[in-house]
């Protein structure tokens, strides 16, 4: 193919072309589970994290929430991934077996929310801090009933591999993932001005973007680290149920998902996907939550 700019944007919308169709059809699950905010500068500050919404009956004035200035706050982080396609190839009209590669850059643009979100998010909240600064999944999370303040847990400790059970029906998910610029194809191939052309002779194909992945409420998640079983199951269901907020009154909460590694996926069956115990007596358990078998957790 003669480099010329006719030929070289004709060969670019073959590839921003299959950038886009392979972006767009990778299935994703972080949405399940994090609410995607859009983000318009370099750190975001969640001040309305620390208080649990909650009706009141009006009497007198309104009682107005405090929200902190000095909230939760999440930074953006940049990211990229690279390819370079030799000059000789698209000369020879063999730039067909790099398309492959540009699908590939797509997919894991894609896919980059969800590492964020399962594979630094989930485990992280056992070492990372949330709005009250404890970690997100902890012992000790403070909260005021009846004018004293209590500690609650929404975890289990163990030396297992972890397991998250999860309400998501909420319009605030447990976890947040900051939006703040989309991956896009960027092409460096103008043989007069790309540094890349001229000193390597190879043309340069990226993506970038920034985001971030943090964490909203703790109530509407629980993190264990013991072995995956029913009794564990149903303490950690009771504990988000039994949730009540800083009014003590109760939260509502629900959770409708088991988040789990591949490596669980048998037991995690064993108590919610059968219909009957190994004693013939009814599974209690029986489909009471979603499961998500996440290969990012493995």
């Known amino acids: 193919m003669i480099i010329n700019k006719s030929n070289l944007t004709n060969l670019n919308t073959g590839f921003k072309t299959t950038f886009r169709n392979a972006f767009a059809g990778v299935a994703l699950n972080y949405t399940r589970i994090a609410t995607v905010v859009p983000s318009s500068t370099s750190i975001e500050t969640y001040a309305w994290l620390g208080d649990f919404a909650g009706m009141r009956e009006w009497i ?108 998501t029906k909420r319009p605030v998910k447990p976890f947040i993932y ?64 039994s949730l009540k907020g800083n009014n003590g009154r109760p939260l509502g909460i629900v959770p409708d998902l088991l988040v789990i590694p591949p490596s669980l996926e048998k037991k995690a069956d064993e108590i919610l996907s059968v219909q009957r115990l190994a004693n013939g007596a009814d599974n209690p358990n029986y489909k009471k939550v979603e499961i998500l078998n996440s290969p990012w957790l493995a």
């Open 60 to 167: 007198g004035d309104r009682h107005r929430k405090n929200l902190s200035v000095e909230g939760y706050t999440l930074a953006n982080r940049l990211f990229e991934d690279t390819v370079e396609v030799p000059r000789t190839a698209i000369e020879d009209d063999q730039y067909g077996i790099y398309s492959p590669a540009i699908g590939m850059m797509a997919t894991a643009a894609a896919e980059h929310p969800e590492q964020l979100v399962f594979v630094e998010g989930l485990p992280g909240g056992f070492s990372a801090k949330c709005f009250d600064g404890q970690n997100f999944f902890d012992t000790d999370h403070p909260v005021m009933v009846d004018g004293e303040e209590i500690s609650v847990s929404n975890m289990q400790a163990g030396a297992n591999t972890p397991w998250y059970l999860l309400c």
């Open 178 to 241: 900051q939006d703040r610029v989309k991956p896009e194809l960027i092409i460096h191939d103008d043989p007069a001005t790309s540094e890349s052309v001229f000193e390597r002779d190879k043309f340069t194909y990226g993506t970038r973007s920034r985001g971030a992945a943090g964490y909203a409420f703790w109530q509407m998640a629980f993190g264990s680290k013991a072995d995956l079983t029913a009794a564990n199951f149903e303490a950690a269901r009771l504990a988000m149920m």
